[in-house]
């Protein structure tokens, strides 16, 4: 990841050239914000609550959301100026400003608290222990993300080393996990919705734990843009991350089911009642915050996982990598 940071870092002048103009006008006076997504799921379902509730409009904002399909095609995104505001696990951030970029990214929301992916297995298994992975295969996440490193860090908290204590399979490219599981000689498969659930549906598997429940509440997926984007757009940001709070809100006050009505053409492949289950899953968790503000608490522990796991040096300052300027104001 770190290399590709550094590849990704000498194309920025290439790119820029080429880069679509951020930030214009459009029609009706709304400001132009394109948002790359590091994947659309139903874990960000205040997000797309936001989008059809028409709470950007609300704040002058024509939104446009492009899948990334994972984060490192979302920070190539940002420092190539295709990005206005890039919507990914935090630790992209970190990892480009140790990389010594000057126009680094700066997290100003924060949305998830928990893990968003579950441990499907091939049958049921009411007693599951995480202890029950030793010497099998689990199809995983890419090295240095946020899915593996979460995993990780659960498997260490339970005595079990990553390395030599099971095989964890990385060869799959993200997202495409689930439908390689079914064919696998994997024991299990790390699953986002509505994967996990998919696979249940079709009797490919069974969820036997979460991760969100597991590892606890981290800062798992947060907004962030340039520096220069944020000096340049802080009334943009601003407006961005007011929407994003209208979203929490109905979200953290509305019933799962009322929340699906809402999101439902977001995922049109996905019937009202599974999706009404996935929301209802999320929530039972506590994975939505109340708020977006992304406390240094939150920045340290996630520090913390990146050392655990081998990504993170030294430490990078809280204060240049997180603003809770917008957050704070979003919530008043």
Known sequence: MKRKIRRLAALTVL?????????????????????????HSVFYAPQYAAIELGYFEEEGIDLEVVNGAGADNVATALIAGEADIGFMGSESSIYVYAEGQEDYFVNFAQLTQRAGNFLVAREADEDFTWSDLIGKTVLGGRKGGMPEMVFEYILKKNGIDPETDLTI????????????????????TVEFEPYATSLEQEGEGVVVASLGVDSGYVPYTAYCTTLSYLEENGDTVQAFTNAIQKGLDYVNSHTAAEVAEVIAPQFEETDIDSLTTIIERYSEQDTWKENTIFTEESFLLLEDILREAGELESQVPYEDLVTTEYAEKAAE
């Open 15 to 39: 790119t820029a050239v080429l880069a679509m103009g951020c930030g214009k006008t459009s029609e009706g006076d709304l400001v132009s914000v394109t948002l790359n997504e590091v994947a």
């Open 169 to 188: 399979d990385q060869s799959i490219s993200f997202g495409l996990t689930a439908a390689a599981f079914p064919g696998s000689d994997a024991d299990y």
